[in-house]
Protein backbone atom coordinates (compact mmCIF):
# COMPACT_ATOMS: atom_id res chain seq x y z
CA UNK A 1 0.00 0.00 0.00
CA UNK A 2 1.19 3.57 -0.88
CA UNK A 3 1.66 6.33 1.84
CA UNK A 4 2.28 9.64 1.98
CA UNK A 5 4.61 10.66 4.60
CA UNK A 6 4.67 13.62 5.91
CA UNK A 7 7.27 14.72 8.31
CA UNK A 8 8.31 17.70 11.30
CA UNK A 9 11.34 18.36 12.11
CA UNK A 10 11.74 20.87 14.97
CA UNK A 11 15.37 22.51 15.82
CA UNK A 12 16.44 24.00 18.68
CA UNK A 13 19.49 26.24 18.63
CA UNK A 14 19.55 26.25 14.70
CA UNK A 15 23.25 26.90 14.87
CA UNK A 16 24.53 24.02 16.93
CA UNK A 17 21.96 21.50 15.47
CA UNK A 18 21.01 22.28 11.63
CA UNK A 19 24.16 21.34 10.31
CA UNK A 20 23.75 17.68 11.43
CA UNK A 21 20.20 17.66 10.48
CA UNK A 22 21.17 18.96 6.79
CA UNK A 23 23.95 16.53 6.71
CA UNK A 24 21.14 13.54 6.83
CA UNK A 25 18.84 14.89 4.55
CA UNK A 26 21.28 15.64 2.09
CA UNK A 27 22.33 11.77 2.47
CA UNK A 28 18.55 10.96 2.34
CA UNK A 29 17.79 13.85 -0.36
CA UNK A 30 16.46 11.41 -3.03
CA UNK A 31 13.69 9.97 -0.51
CA UNK A 32 12.35 13.84 0.17
CA UNK A 33 9.81 15.17 -2.43
CA UNK A 34 8.89 18.12 -1.11
CA UNK A 35 10.92 20.75 1.83
CA UNK A 36 9.83 23.67 3.62
CA UNK A 37 12.01 25.76 5.89
CA UNK A 38 9.75 28.36 8.96
CA UNK A 39 11.41 29.95 11.03
CA UNK A 40 10.32 30.73 15.10
CA UNK A 41 9.69 34.40 14.55
CA UNK A 42 10.12 34.89 17.87
CA UNK A 43 12.64 33.29 18.65
CA UNK A 44 14.88 32.88 15.37
CA UNK A 45 17.33 30.26 17.01
CA UNK A 46 14.31 27.78 16.72
CA UNK A 47 13.23 26.04 13.27
CA UNK A 48 10.78 23.76 11.39
CA UNK A 49 11.07 21.73 8.49
CA UNK A 50 8.53 20.22 6.83
CA UNK A 51 9.03 17.18 4.59
CA UNK A 52 7.16 15.13 1.98
CA UNK A 53 8.86 11.76 2.44
CA UNK A 54 8.86 9.03 -0.45
CA UNK A 55 7.51 5.43 1.23
CA UNK A 56 10.25 3.47 1.23
CA UNK A 57 12.73 1.41 3.98
CA UNK A 58 15.35 4.71 3.52
CA UNK A 59 13.03 7.07 4.89
CA UNK A 60 12.41 5.27 8.22
CA UNK A 61 16.03 4.53 8.81
CA UNK A 62 16.17 8.67 7.79
CA UNK A 63 13.71 9.41 10.42
CA UNK A 64 14.67 7.90 13.05
CA UNK A 65 18.51 9.19 12.38
CA UNK A 66 17.11 12.45 12.84
CA UNK A 67 15.47 11.62 16.12
CA UNK A 68 18.54 10.65 17.65
CA UNK A 69 19.47 14.08 17.87
CA UNK A 70 19.64 15.97 20.26
CA UNK A 71 18.13 19.38 20.04
CA UNK A 72 15.85 18.20 17.49
CA UNK A 73 12.18 16.93 17.45
CA UNK A 74 10.97 14.80 14.59
CA UNK A 75 6.85 13.98 14.04
CA UNK A 76 5.49 12.03 11.41
CA UNK A 77 2.23 11.70 9.77
CA UNK A 78 1.13 8.75 7.45
CA UNK A 79 -1.85 9.10 5.12
CA UNK A 80 -2.64 5.62 3.49
CA UNK A 81 -3.88 5.51 0.21
Known amino acids: MDKHIIV???IVDREAHAPMVQEVFTKNGTQ????????DRINSSNGLIL??????????KMIEE???????????MVFEH
Open 8 to 10: GVH
Open 32 to 39: ITTRLGLH
Open 66 to 76: IKAFDGVDCQT
Open 51 to 60: LEMSDTPETC
